[in-house]
């Protein structure tokens, strides 16, 4: 069955801290990984799609890294800012010519002063 | 501002009703899909629409029913509403036919609230 679980579930940090959501999922064929943030009530925006080449992607102070072999991904976030305080989804859609993105509750981040 | 636009913001109807949302997506972006998303659950996928034919299926129910214009905006049509109906109502437009390595941009969404 393809699933794809994050963790923690929720998260706080202090302003300035650094963390790590992780994703591990068992969907296979495998296309590509993605990361999105949601704020409250605002439709998810895309931090990065990860293909399966791709071991380290950049989006400002957002890395994904990707590990095929072990089908993990984990988000780190430098020096957290309050505007960071959102769910983070990871979403993994099935086979190469698969549109439909399944999103979980993903891991819901608080950054406080 | 992703430039997928959807109307109305907010919709207070009561059960029983019929109601009609919106969405156009980004300019040039002919692919247009469809989310729900309940209280604390996540997106969940209920149609595709590319270039004015659907897609593909996900969750929807027979009460929903959705279509894309030659405009390539596309609107969704919830009838017989119940409470369980209230939720966020997200659109997403991509540019192409169904490649999943491509991007999707979503609206702003439409908070419905049946009463």
């Known amino acids: 069955k393809n699933q794809v679980e994050q963790s923690p579930q929720s998260l706080i940090i202090l302003e300035g801290k650094n963390c790590t959501l992780q994703?591990?999922?068992?969907?296979?064929?495998?296309?590509?990984l993605r990361w999105y943030k949601q704020d409250t009530g605002r439709g998810p925006v895309s931090l990065t799609i990860m293909t399966f080449s791709e071991n380290t992607k950049s989006n400002g102070r957002y890395t994904a890294t990707l590990d095929a072999d072990t089908k993990q991904s984990s988000l780190h976030i430098t020096a957290s800012q309050l505007s960071d305080s959102a769910s983070y989804i990871c979403v993994v859609p099935p086979g190469a010519g698969s549109y439909q993105l399944t999103f979980g509750k993903g891991t819901k981040l608080s950054v406080i002063p | 501002d992703s430039g997928v636009t959807q109307t109305p913001k907010h919709l207070i109807t009561a059960t029983g009703q019929r109601v009609t949302l919106r969405c156009s997506p980004r300019?040039?972006?002919?692919?247009v899909y469809w989310y729900q998303q309940s209280l604390d659950q996540g997106l969940q996928f209920l149609i595709h629409y590319y270039n004015g034919e659907e897609r593909a299926k996900g969750n929807i129910l027979e009460r929903f029913s959705a279509q894309q214009f030659p405009d390539l905006h596309s609107e969704l049509n919830l009838s017989s509403l119940e409470l369980g109906d209230s939720a966020l109502y997200f659109c997403?437009?991509?540019?192409?036919?169904?490649?999943?390595?491509?991007?999707?941009?979503f609206g702003p969404g439409t908070r419905l609230t049946v009463t």
């Open positions: 997403a437009s991509s540019v192409d036919p169904g490649g999943s390595s491509y991007e999707q941009y």
């Open positions: 994703c591990n999922y068992t969907v296979s064929p495998f296309s590509n």
């Open positions: 300019s040039g972006d002919l692919s």
